[in-house]
């Protein structure tokens, strides 16, 4: 019986492209790295994001998507374009949270995600 979410990994090409995107535009903290720098995770709350290359690992475009929670989705997005970064869908709203799709420079796809209240 699965029980929780152990990781996503994030496959990606260039190591420190990777590192300077999800450390400085996304402003993740990296906790393990291993593999000579390749492979870098970064928890937040009860999940890691293992972001790294391994020959087996390709990026794609229609491969792993990540929703990042934030505290205020607007005041991301706004922060995220002023770093360079292009919003493929721009926010919209569900019945239960409010999301804005874009990519790392790999092309892997990721979100920002605002839950609703209950």
């Given at each position: 019986?699965?029980?929780?979410?152990?990781?996503?990994a994030i496959a990606v090409t260039d190591p420190e492209r990777a590192r300077k995107f999800y450390q400085e535009t996304l402003?993740?903290?990296?906790?393990?790295t291993a593999m000579n720098g390749g492979w870098v995770e970064y928890e937040l709350g009860a999940t890691t994001i293992g972001v790294g290359c391994h020959p087996d690992w390709k990026p794609s475009r229609d491969g792993t998507t990540v929703a990042f929670e934030v505290d205020d989705i607007d005041a991301t997005i706004a922060k995220l374009k002023e770093r360079g970064v292009t919003f493929e869908m721009e926010k919209i709203e569900t019945p239960v949270c409010?999301?804005?799709?874009?990519?790392?420079?790999?092309?892997?796809?990721?979100?920002?995600?605002?839950?609703?209240?209950?």
């Open positions: 019986m699965i029980t929780e979410v152990a990781f996503v402003e993740l903290k990296p906790g393990l409010w999301m804005a799709q874009f990519r790392d420079p790999d092309g892997n796809r990721l979100l920002a995600h605002k839950r609703k209240q209950k």
